[in-house]
């Protein structure tokens, strides 16, 4: 089992410019959630999703929009990409909601 | 208020010492806690989870919740150099489900 993959690693990214950060899982978990750690900080929740085809919003979603067509994929769209979004991408999964967390090893962004 | 509050370090421990991690949340109704350790560039991976009371022990790792108090806490015994990580307080809230980071600890394990 692979677990969760993302892609890419890493990403510079100019002002106004947009992308997707990809995540999967092989583990065929319903719960997906993306994070983000800004340096010496916590994680902090951008968005998540309980199953194909629902998601909702966490603590910080402006400027990210998600979606969840199939159970393995949960990509991260960045529209309009600004300074602020820099940061390290976690994506992850359980598969139940009070289970632990299965990391992705993280893509980190640079806007300039 | 944060919703979870650690202290962000460092923590400064000798080799072999116990090093005592603690974290507070708001919320009463909290149900599941979980403690990440996070190496420099790297993704978070799970040390421990506890869901009732008490302490739980997993090798050198004991976990002890205080629902009460709102307090988990994560003691690491015979502390070695490889200890040397940041340690993430998680916490699931009693709605809802979204897991709420701390901001972590920094432990710094000298030989």
């Known amino acids: 089992n692979a677990g969760v993959t993302q892609t890419p690693k890493f990403r510079i990214l100019k002002i106004g410019q947009s992308m997707t950060l990809q995540c999967t899982q092989d583990?065929?978990?319903?719960?997906m959630y993306w994070y983000r750690q800004d340096p010496g900080m916590g994680l902090k929740l951008i968005y998540y999703?309980?199953?194909?085809?629902?998601?909702d919003k966490g603590e910080v979603p402006n400027g990210y929009n998600v979606s969840r067509s199939t159970t393995e994929d949960f990509p991260l769209r960045l529209e309009l990409a600004a300074p602020s979004q820099t940061s390290v991408y976690f994506c992850?999964?359980?598969?139940?909601?009070?289970?632990?967390?299965?990391f992705g090893n993280g893509t980190r962004l640079t806007v300039t | 208020q944060k919703e979870v509050e650690q202290n962000s370090g460092p923590l400064s421990v000798p080799e072999g010492a116990i090093a005592s991690l603690n974290c507070t949340y708001s919320?009463?109704?909290?149900?599941?806690f979980f403690w990440y350790r996070q190496y420099s560039g790297k993704s978070p991976e799970l040390i421990m989870s506890?869901?009732?009371?008490g302490d739980k022990e997993d090798g050198r790792f004991t976990a002890q919740l205080n629902k009460a108090s709102q307090y988990v806490s994560l003691l690491i015994r015979d502390s070695q150099p490889s200890d040397s990580a940041t340690y993430l307080c998680?916490?699931?809230?009693?709605?809802?489900?979204?897991?709420?980071f701390g901001g972590g600890t920094r432990v710094l394990v000298k030989p």
């Open positions: 919320d009463r109704g909290s149900q599941s």
């Open positions: 992850a999964s359980t598969d139940s909601y009070n289970s632990p967390l299965h």
């Open positions: 998680a916490v699931l809230k009693a709605a809802g489900n979204k897991l709420t």
């Open positions: 506890i869901y009732s009371n």
């Open positions: 583990m065929n978990h319903n719960y």
């Open positions: 999703s309980v199953g194909a085809g629902i998601t």
